[in-house]
Structures are given as C-alpha cells and as structure tokens.
C-alpha cells in the first residue's frame, strides 16, 4: 500500500476518500485524530467523525507528537491521519516557530514513507484563497504550504480534491521532463 497524500479545502472530500482508502485496506487500520475538542461545535465533529469509523479500526487522539503516534504505530497497520493543518496549529498554539513545525513535518513524512502497510494523510490546501490580513495567518498559511510540500515530497502518491473530485499531483521535475523542459546546463545554478 502506498503512503498517499490528500490536499483539499473544506468539505472538497478528503477526509471521504482517506476512510474509503482505509475501508478497503487489506491490513489492520490506525486513525490518528489530531483535532482537539475545545468548544461545543467542535466536539460535535469528532464525536461525527469517530462514529463514521469502524468499530474494528484502532483510534490514536494524538494533538501534537504526531511523530510519536506514526511511530508507535503497529508495523502492519494501514494509517489515516486526519488531519495535518489541525496538528500545526496545535503545536503552532503551543508556541513553535513555523521552522519547527516543517522541521516537525519532513520527520513524519519519512517516518510514514517508511512504513510497509502505508498511510492516507489528510491536509488542507489554505494557500489558494486571498492572501490574509494579518501576519500570524499570512505565516500560518506559509507554514502550511511547506508542510504540505514536505508531505508530498515523501509521499508516493498525492492529490488534489476539488468538489469531491480527484486530481493527481505529479512532482515538479516529471512534469518538466513530460513537456521537454530544456535540461540545465552543466554548472548551471
């Protein structure tokens, strides 16, 4: 199974297709939840969330060590991480600097790209919309970006879903070579 990266805004059908991936696994599934309950509606969505997941299936609540909860993961079990934007802003909230969080990231992409029965990893695309009034969600909306780059940089497979419709990413460099992109001069920088 292949560790798969899934980028959407909200409600675009991420999360939908990361428990469909999960549901036809042929091996043992971990759900690793990163949200945390902090007022009423919130609450109300992870008790939805958790009622639309197997009795079967193995939860992780893990806000913030999300390296520890990948790792201590069993070794034959398929992953969901649901979802990554939810963990960088918890360790975000928690005072980390948007270097530490990516830093944070690029360990567990190679942590999940490792792993043999793979992974389904949920994240929102936020760089799309406007560009945001204030610093701190300009910075987190970078952060994010990064995050996501680093996920797909490891992960095997990654997509974009628009309106519960699927689109593949491909890396920069095959698209390049698929168009004919002149190679770099030797010495070039």
């Given at each position: ?43 109300g ?25 990948v790792t ?19 360790l ?14 690029r ?75 002149p ?7």
């Open positions: 199974m292949p560790f798969v990266l899934l980028l959407g805004g909200a409600r675009s059908g991420k999360s939908a297709l990361a428990l469909e991936m999960a549901r036809r696994a042929v091996s043992p599934v971990t759900f690793v939840a990163t949200a945390e309950s902090r007022d009423a509606e919130m609450a969505r992870i008790a939805r969330h958790r009622a639309e997941r197997p009795a079967g299936w193995t939860t992780v609540e893990e806000p913030v060590d999300l390296l520890g909860a201590a993961g069993p070794a034959g079990a398929f992953l969901v991480v649901d979802c990554l934007t939810l963990w960088a802003a918890n975000a909230g928690s005072g980390r600097s948007g270097a530490d969080i990516v830093g944070a990231a360990d567990v992409a190679g942590a999940l790209a490792d792993r043999p029965a793979g992974a389904a990893v949920v994240s929102n695309e936020v760089g799309l919309g406007i560009v945001p009034a204030n610093a701190l969600a300009r910075g987190f909306r970078d952060t994010m970006g990064s995050v996501n780059a680093a996920f797909a940089a490891r992960a095997e497979r990654a997509a974009l879903l628009v309106a519960g419709r699927v689109h593949e990413l491909r890396p920069a460099a095959a698209f390049l070579e698929e168009i004919g992109w190679a770099r001069p030797p010495g070039a920088s």
